[in-house]
């Protein structure tokens, strides 16, 4: 008896911080979220940090729903998609959105022409946001204000299988954006990752919007409030909670899951096109 009594003292305060943490940590959570997506707080863009905005992949989906909100704020937006229009203004805002993805989910060998969308998606989704980033952060330095918004993506936090080229330039644009918030944090510049899960866009192949797959335009709506609060973000009250979720997942558990999704979609989208 006498022994046993440390022994159930050692389990009564390990279960108790055990407990103690878990509550702690919960409370937190919900306290953050209550605090981006409860409190009604309003987005810290407009012209108090600048009179332009740049926002790349501007004509469609959800570059557009920020070249849009932006506008209803004041800003001036500098629109460029593949029209290429010419970047002649000083920014104070850029948008690193535009990104490409697989035209279906696909092995990797498989890839239809696979050379040219290795360079396409390391051009499109790696290159153009380390480029757009040397060209506007100089100025923004020298006023001391400035957002750089990075669209990444959930499949750059999970590894998705099938889709494994456009995953990896998307976890790039994550690191890429931390790192960056890191260093010119202290200078006035706020960056910003963003990582939604499926939006209802042309790229998605989504035409109706969901409750978990929001238009381009409720997606943005509820993004553009998390700028200054956020430095990482899912955009998206309901996509943050998928986040969680699948936080807690084994790994090899999601990639599971991910793999048998893609791999239906892929049957699906060959037998459209009739490549079985
Ligand atoms: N939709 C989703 O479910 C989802 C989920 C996670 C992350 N994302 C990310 O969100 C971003 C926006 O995606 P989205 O779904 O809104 O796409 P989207 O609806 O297909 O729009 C893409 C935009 O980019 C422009 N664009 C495409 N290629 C370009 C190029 N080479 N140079 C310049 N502009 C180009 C397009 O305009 P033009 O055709 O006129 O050039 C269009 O304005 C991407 O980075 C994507 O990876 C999307």
Redesign the pocket.
């Known amino acids: 008896m006498d022994s046993a009594a440390p022994a159930a003292g050692f389990f009564y305060w390990v279960g108790a911080s055990t407990v103690a943490y878990l509550v702690l940590r919960l409370s937190y959570s919900l306290f953050s979220a209550l605090r981006v997506w409860g409190l009604g707080h309003e987005a810290e863009v407009g012209q108090a940090l600048g009179e332009w905005a740049v926002v790349?992949?501007?004509?469609?989906?959800?570059?557009?729903s920020y070249a849009e909100e932006l506008a209803k704020r004041g800003m001036k937006i500098v629109l460029?998609?593949?029209?290429q229009e010419k970047l002649k203004e000083v920014a104070n805002e850029i948008m690193n959105?535009?990104?490409?993805?697989y035209e279906y989910p696909e092995y990797f060998l498989d890839i239809p022409d696979l050379d040219n969308t290795i360079n396409k998606l390391i051009n499109?989704n790696i290159f153009s946001v380390c480029k757009m980033t040397q060209l506007v952060l100089p100025g923004m330095l020298e006023r001391s204000k400035g957002a750089i918004l990075n669209?990444s993506?959930?499949s750059g936090v999970y590894p998705v299988p099938l889709l494994s080229v456009y995953s990896a330039t998307?976890a790039f644009v994550d690191f890429f954006s931390q790192c960056l918030h890191v260093e010119y944090r202290s200078k006035g510049i706020f960056v910003q990752t963003v990582l939604?899960?499926?939006?209802a866009?042309?790229?998605?192949k989504i035409r109706k919007p969901t409750f978990d797959k929001p238009s381009?335009e409720t997606f943005v709506k509820s993004a553009i409030k998390t700028i200054g609060l956020q430095s990482r973000t899912n955009g998206y009250p309901v996509h943050a909670i998928m986040d969680w979720i699948f936080s807690l997942m084994p790994s090899w558990l999601f990639m599971k899951i991910s793999m048998s999704l893609n791999k239906g979609l892929r049957a699906r989208y060959l037998k459209k096109t009739k490549k079985t």
């Open positions: 790349t992949g501007s004509t469609d989906g959800i570059g557009k460029i998609s593949r029209s959105n535009v990104g490409m993805s499109i669209i993506s959930a998307k939604p899960f499926f939006v866009t042309k790229m998605a381009s």
